[in-house]
């Protein structure tokens, strides 16, 4: 058999890589377990953790035990020996549990033979954060005050590395509930539930929305591709009492215009070539809801007139027709062109210009309102982490950083594109910087050398990679390179020389 102390090393290393390498707290502790089960010959092992702001402390990952077991498992402070542990902060050891009254024995899993139970605290910045404990087959007092020695420096190893995987999920949650906070304070009148964006501008739009809803009147929404213009027209109907009628959506510059009157206004029967059947028209589709047409600047002359006819009479006639349709129908027109200079020009008529202007929403690009960049993005991580069934639970700095710098052509449709792609081609639980296209892989956010126009080189991305990397080592060391090298498994040379190229300042993680 080999010597105590060597079977010591290998395990301590074992876990020390385990907490290089982890993932999260449960992946990290089924892995310590399976160490200490394997070469420590522990038979069950719990790890609990302090809920934030309280003194109870829960079972976060347990071994030889079943879900239901598991769930049984919650201390408070002083509490049972694990409760013991957790307020002194000093390890126990309990030679055979059957013969201590403090065991509670709570997940009611010991029966049988006797057995020792040894609980160490894991202390972080001089708090007990949680406890980890383990039993094993009763032996002499002196083996088992050796394994718990030994069970102290495996909490050691674990507390940097529970304390921070704690942190970003606390992070987290704290930023869902102030998004769910700032949602309620708005209040449900307000914030249509589809749209996201918490900006002054944004709230404006809501405002707007909310004043408009009601009314009859026609809409025209301004907006950059991508900004939500068609979501804010689902808004409004969502909003009015037309809610249960249709709500019917044309993009005008995607019908070729040949179809486009067809489509709007139907046909007769052998009204055209191709048209073999009668067909009811959009405004049709609509009646008692909403037609909403979209990139209404790229109408031709003709479909200009009829449309101006249908808003002054409510009422057209089919393609071929000439019976006389009426409807009830508002009109939500979007887009993304300069109508006026349209007018000037001559392609678009004022008098309908008129007939739509009746109530402009405008609706600012992102980059005019970048604080609301996050709140998307995060809202798209978790609409594509339950479309694609992933468990990203974070954004990372530098992603933060690059999405923040990036200006944002193609506005809200771009950064749902660039997450959902970020989403799907993600292999842990953290959406990286390396993740986005190459166009936000900008001098701006990593620092680096300028990009040509067509994308980032490669070097650049790698170094992109490898600052990422780096500032997340530095964060989880507080700002210490010689345990970054060490995590890094480099040197504190190397380490110093990357710091140093990729312009990177430790004292920004030094807190
Ligand atoms: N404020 C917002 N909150 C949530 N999603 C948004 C928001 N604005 C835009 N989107 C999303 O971005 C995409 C583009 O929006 P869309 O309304 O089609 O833009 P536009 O009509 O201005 O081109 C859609 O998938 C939409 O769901
Ligand atoms: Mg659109």
């Known amino acids: 058999m080999e010597p105590r102390e060597t079977i010591e090393l290998s395990v301590l290393y074992r876990i020390s890589q385990a907490v290089a390498h982890r993932r999260d707290i449960p992946a990290l502790i089924q892995e310590v377990f399976d160490v200490l089960e394997k070469d420590m010959n522990m038979s069950f092992g719990t790890l609990t953790l302090r809920r934030p702001d309280t003194d109870v402390f829960v079972i976060e990952a347990a071994r030889g035990m079943t879900p239901e077991e598991h769930k049984r498992g919650q201390y408070k402070l002083g509490e049972g020996i694990t409760g013991s542990v957790a307020k002194t902060g000093k390890p126990e050891v309990v030679p055979d549990i059957s013969k201590d009254p403090r065991f509670l024995n709570r997940t009611k899993t010991r029966k049988g033979n006797p057995v020792a139970f040894i609980c160490a605290p894991i202390v972080h910045h001089r708090q007990v954060i949680g406890t980890i404990s383990i039993d094993r087959p009763a032996v002499e007092k002196e083996k088992l005050e050796k394994d718990l020695e030994f069970l102290r420096l495996v909490a050691n190893l674990l507390a940097e590395a529970v304390a921070s995987i704690r942190e970003q999920i606390v992070e987290q949650e704290g930023l869902k509930a102030e998004n769910e906070r700032l949602r309620r304070q708005l209040g449900d009148k307000y914030q249509p539930h589809n749209l996201v964006g918490n900006s002054k501008e944004m709230r404006s739009v809501y405002d707007q929305v909310a004043q408009v809803a009601d009314s009859a009147a026609t809409v025209l929404i301004r907006g950059e591709t991508g900004t939500g213009k068609e979501l804010v027209a689902r808004a409004i109907h969502f909003g009015s009492s037309r809610k249960n ?113 009746v109530f402009p929403i405008h609706l600012p690009p992102l980059r005019e309102r970048r604080s609301d960049i996050l709140l998307l993005a995060d809202y798209f991580l978790q609409k594509y982490n339950e479309a694609y069934n992933k468990k990203i639970k974070r954004i990372s700095t530098p992603a933060i950083n690059m999405m923040m710098a990036y200006h944002w052509p193609g506005n809200v449709r771009e950064l749902e594109n660039c997450v959902e792609r970020a989403v799907l081609t993600s292999t842990d639980e953290v959406l990286h910087g390396y993740a986005l296209p190459p166009s936000l892989q900008t001098s701006d956010a990593t620092n680096t050398a300028l990009l040509p126009e067509s994308g ?46 990729l312009g990177i300042n430790p004292q920004d993680y030094r807190q």
Do not use: W
């Open 456 to 501: 980032a080189s490669l070097s650049t991305m790698v170094e992109s990679f490898e600052r990422e990397i780096i500032v997340d080592a530095l964060k989880r060391h507080r700002g210490i390179a010689a345990s970054v090298a060490r995590h890094l498994q480099t040197t504190q040379r190397i380490i110093n020389y990357r710091i140093k190229h």
């Open 245 to 357: 009628n249709p709500f019917i959506s044309v993009n005008c510059a995607a019908l070729p215009e040949n179809l486009i009157e067809s489509e709007l206004f139907g046909h007769e029967k052998g009204s055209f070539t191709g048209a073999a059947q009668q067909r009811k028209g959009r405004f049709e589709l609509a009646n008692g809801g909403t037609l909403f047409l979209d990139e209404i600047g790229d109408i031709t002359p003709a479909v200009q007139v009829r449309l101006l006819r249908v808003l002054q009479e409510r009422s057209f006639e089919r393609v071929g027709g000439d019976k006389l349709i009426t409807v009830n129908v508002r009109v939500i027109t979007a887009t993304s062109r300069n109508l006026e200079e349209a007018i000037r020009a001559g392609r678009f008529r004022e008098d309908l210009y008129y007939r739509l202007n």
